[in-house]
């Protein structure tokens, strides 16, 4: 009776700590300036989550599709957010395309973007 008891408690501190940590992780995209609830059609290729706290002093605003709130977020989960143990993440890396540094035969710098750490495009890297 006594394990039985022990095994029911221990499931439902799982169960309330695996929802406590999903409804306050909001999303953001790799290369975007947005954060985004965890359903939005915005997250279909890039999607990395980030404490609902802090996503905003990293410089995030709020997607204008999906509009998320910690209100909206505590309604998805169904869970409040206060007293909730927050989880440390830090702010991913932001990638901007820059001009390929390559020259072409005639001389001229070549016109291409890239996202390359190197500064080239695939032609001239």
């Known amino acids: 009776m006594l394990r039985q008891l022990s095994n029911i408690l221990l ?3 799982f169960i309330t700590s695996y929802y406590s940590v999903d409804a306050q992780t909001c ?4 290369t975007g300036t947005k954060y985004h609830m965890p359903s939005c059609s915005y997250l279909k290729y890039s999607k990395i989550a980030f404490e609902f706290d ?3 002093d990293a410089g995030y ?7 998320p709130t910690k209100a909206k977020l505590e309604k998805a989960v ?3 957010l206060k007293g909730v143990s927050t989880i440390k993440k830090t702010a991913p ?3 901007t395309s820059v001009q390929c540094r390559g020259k072409t035969k005639s001389g001229k ?5 890239t ?3 190197s500064g080239y495009c695939y032609q001239h890297g």
């Open 61 to 67: 605003t709020a997607c204008s599709r999906c509009k």
């Open 11 to 13: 499931f439902v501190t």
């Open 27 to 30: 999303y953001v995209t790799k």
């Open 78 to 80: 169904g869970v409040p």
């Open 115 to 117: 996202k390359n750490a």
């Open 93 to 95: 890396r932001r990638v």
């Open 54 to 56: 802090k996503v905003k």
């Open 109 to 113: 710098r070549c016109r291409r973007k």
